[in-house]
């Protein structure tokens, strides 16, 4: 009578590769198109909401999540996954603060995630998360933002600037020709936008993207009135 | 016979100018009878971060033993030093995770802000408390005499050497009123640059 499997269903193919990593990545891929930018003074995620149907209430379901005051995510990928690592990095992040009395710096945060994420790529009877998320915080300590994107696989990395999800590649390329060192988050809120709209099918409005910043007051999902006036200086 | 004074100490914490002091006596001893006379009680926990453990004695060991192993992981995960704020919620944390049958020991904690050097210190009870003074934190089975002293002598804003000098009286002059700590004290004078430590010679008795 075992409730649980006693063995991994992600084994090594006979190349070397976990085959169920890779389709976890196809996954991703397939998923809406997600973008994240580092600016001297912040970060900025942003990312495509498209419903289904004019029928979808928009504004209850929401992508970009708060995880604690200065961290916030995103992903590109399945929603019901997204929704069980944030509620494990919450518990995560309110578990060290029990401990230390202290705000987990961002990259403590990036780590414990991405060892769950990990886990289920070697535990019995579990499947891959099929999301890669993107974490941005402001470290209080160092004053300075954080942005790490967290695999399927349980890698994680540190990023100037990425996009994930569909088109990503033409995303990134994008990026690599606009990103500056120097970028404040102003722009880089503009640049995100733009970059979301390489991929974007039809017409931009504010309330199929969403668009979350992180700078030293904290990090804050924009109301989609802040997100039309963007979108403004934009079209 | 009460356990927190079966071995008998006595400990203290001053803040001075941009320094902090923390003082130790130095018997080991089985209530009445003295086995040693050079017992360690403060510990290193990182380059500018010290912590004085007065109570059962094996708990002194074994707690020192355990935050060491705690601390390592931290500045191995975090590759960073501890501060000395988030240092005392570790030390918190784990004597309340022994709240139904608790370590016997009453920590000091002493030390300096790894990147402002800014002086802190503070001192627990054994089931975890925290409490951060500006002053002075004193602990042991002479809490009593070592708050007179520290009460009469202490100055705020003191430099390092005369810190020293407040501190020793203190020590030396509270010990000798209780049967159980002395046989000499031992000092740690921690600044920004540098750590000196100093024996005391007190009252052999």
Known sequence: MSERYSFSLTTFSPSGKLVQIEYALAAVAAGAPSVGIKATNGVVLATEKKQKSILYDDNSIHKIELITKNIGMVYSGMGPDYRVLTKSARKLAQQYFLQYQEQIPTSQLVQRV?????????SGGVRPFGVSLLMAGWDEAEERPYLYQCDPSGAYFAWKATAMGKNFVNGKTFLEKRYSESLELEDAVHTAILTLK?????????????????????????????????????? | MSIMSYNGAAIMAMKGKECVAIAADRRFGIQAQTINTQFEKIFEMGPRLYVGLPGLATDVQTVSQRLK???????????????????????????????????????VIAGLDPKTSEPFIASLDLIGCPMITEDFVVSGTCSE??????????KPDQEPDDLFETISQCLLNAVDRDAVSGWGGVVYIIEKDKVTKRILKGRMD
């Open chain 1, 114 to 122: 991405a060892n769950v994420m990990q886990e289920f790529t070697q």
């Open chain 2, 145 to 154: 005499q070592m708050y007179g002293m520290c009460e009469t002598l202490y």
């Open chain 1, 198 to 235: 390489e991929s974007f099918e039809g017409q931009m409005t504010e309330d199929n993207i969403e668009i979350g910043i992180c700078n030293q007051d904290g990090f804050k999902r924009l109301s989609t009135a802040e997100v039309k006036d963007y979108l403004a200086s934009v079209q």
């Open chain 2, 69 to 107: 192993f705690r601390l390592n992981l931290y500045e191995l995960k975090e590759n960073r030093h501890i501060k000395p704020k988030t240092f005392l919620s570790m030390v918190s944390n784990l004597l309340y995770s022994r709240r139904f049958g608790p370590y016997f020991v009453e920590p």
